[in-house]
């Protein structure tokens, strides 16, 4: 493979990720002239001779620094194949990062990524509300390995979250591991202090990293790596994908980060496959324009959601008034509120059913970022691992409905809501002097 960046300008002119995404990392000519890469649907490749495949696995297990101009060659799909050199290569242009790694789910590379960068006796401080895989994986399995997880809430103040840091054991804070905005709450955690937290307690010896799941507005809209994050990843299932066809996930990070998180997956085995692989590149090439489309329909739909009469609230990142701080976050780090939007129905849990059970042109689905527009109960779906007294918390309660707005139009959305809310009638326990 050559450099990539040898065909990413014009004129001196850097081109922009949307234009890149047809044909970055990748030359016709390579395939017999194919405009679309051909999937490398092999699990292993010939060496020219025996010297070349000693060279190829000494870069690969780390047993010699690699001369100038010399790249690890094909050996084995596990390490490393076209299809997903290309992808990764891709992958990297939103976030500005110098590496990326794709993986066969996004739990994948949040497992893999924090494995390789934590030890036994670690303390990860992380935000709360997560994903409910993510929330089990640091509370339930680190700990097996010794790894202690300790959580916060995103409304926490710098001054607050330095005194959670501050009450950690000297030595033992290695990582910590954001979800901004959060699952299901839309809660924005401050990345920059977060990120100067980590380098106050980062020494040579024991480095601190921030790790930012940036799921939620995906790399169009929030880039972790410029306000300070070492690592972003991604459930690559939900808008990178964005067809709710292919289960993936992705890593991005600097040179030396990516190679511990490539190490650690090539031994777990929990790397893409080159079908995948492709399908995501093709996803790529309208990720900005799904977005967007999606975006500008969660706008008009949140407002007229908390115009409801039977909606209590909603979250929604343009609806921060009630917050300055989280208004702040907003202003600094986000580019669009996105297309998640969550509220909470008056009434309680049998409410939010029959509104779910009602849905129409909107499908009762667990997963978000697709094409198509998805409705869920997370108290009792995505989260329904965390304790109920752990979910009121957080925010999350009964009543909240969580939706992933998609690219239908936006008036028909609404429409299939209104006869949803229809559908549900007037709780009891709702008056008049509540509703105005």
């Known amino acids: 493979m050559t450099n990539p960046q040898e065909h990413a300008h014009i004129g001196g002119h850097q081109l922009r990720p949307e234009s890149l995404m047809m044909s970055y990392g990748y030359t016709p000519a390579w395939s017999e002239g194919a405009i679309k890469p051909p999937i490398f649907q092999t699990s292993t490749f010939v060496f020219k001779n025996a010297e070349e495949g000693k060279a190829f696995f000494e870069l690969a297990y780390g047993l010699r620094q690699a001369n100038p101009d010399e790249e690890m060659g094909l050996i084995y799909s596990r390490l490393n194949n076209p299809s997903l050199e290309i992808l990764e290569h891709r992958l990297t242009l939103w976030d500005g990062a110098e590496e990326a790694a794709s993986f066969a789910s996004g739990m994948a590379a949040i497992s893999t990524t924090l494995l390789a960068l934590l030890q036994p006796g670690d303390v990860v401080l992380h935000s709360e509300p997560v994903y409910g895989g993510s929330d089990f994986f640091l509370k339930n399995v680190l700990r097996k390995f010794g790894i202690e997880a300790r959580g916060f809430l995103p409304t926490a103040s710098p001054v607050e979250l330095a005194a959670q840091a501050a009450a950690i054991e000297p030595g033992r804070l290695a990582m910590i591991f954001v979800e901004t905005p959060a699952n299901p709450t839309n809660h924005l955690v401050d990345l920059e202090a977060c990120a100067a937290l980590a380098r106050r307690y980062a020494t040579p010896e024991k480095p601190v990293r921030l790790v930012v799941d940036n799921t939620f507005l995906g790399p169009v809209f929030q880039h972790p790596l410029k306000h300070g994050a070492d690592v972003v990843l991604y459930s690559a299932t939900k808008f990178l994908g964005g067809h709710s066809d292919l289960i993936a996930g992705a890593a991005l990070a600097s040179k030396p980060l990516m190679k511990e998180i490539k190490a650690m997956r090539t031994f777990m085995g929990t790397m893409c496959d080159p079908n995948t692989g492709w399908m995501l590149m093709r996803s790529l090439e309208t990720l900005k324009l799904r977005m967007e489309r999606a975006a500008t329909s969660a706008q008009v739909i949140a407002d007229w959601l908390r115009a409801h009469p039977l909606v209590a609230r909603t979250y929604y990142l343009t609806h921060l008034e009630h917050s300055p701080a989280q208004q702040d976050i907003y ?71 969580r939706l992933s707005i998609g690219v239908e139009d936006p008036q028909d959305l609404m429409l299939d809501l209104s006869q949803a809310f229809e559908a549900v009638g007037m709780p009891q326990e709702v008056t008049v002097a509540e509703m105005a």
């Open 331 to 401: 202003r600094r780090h986000c580019l669009s509120p996105g297309s998640m939007i969550s509220f909470d129905i008056r009434g309680g849990e049998a409410e939010a059913f029959r509104f779910l059970n009602a849905l129409k042109l909107i499908k009762l689905a667990v997963s978000l970022g697709g094409t198509e527009s998805l409705a869920e109960h997370p108290a009792t779906m995505t989260h329904s691992d965390i304790t109920v007294e752990d979910q009121l918390t957080m925010g999350i309660t009964p009543q909240m409905v």
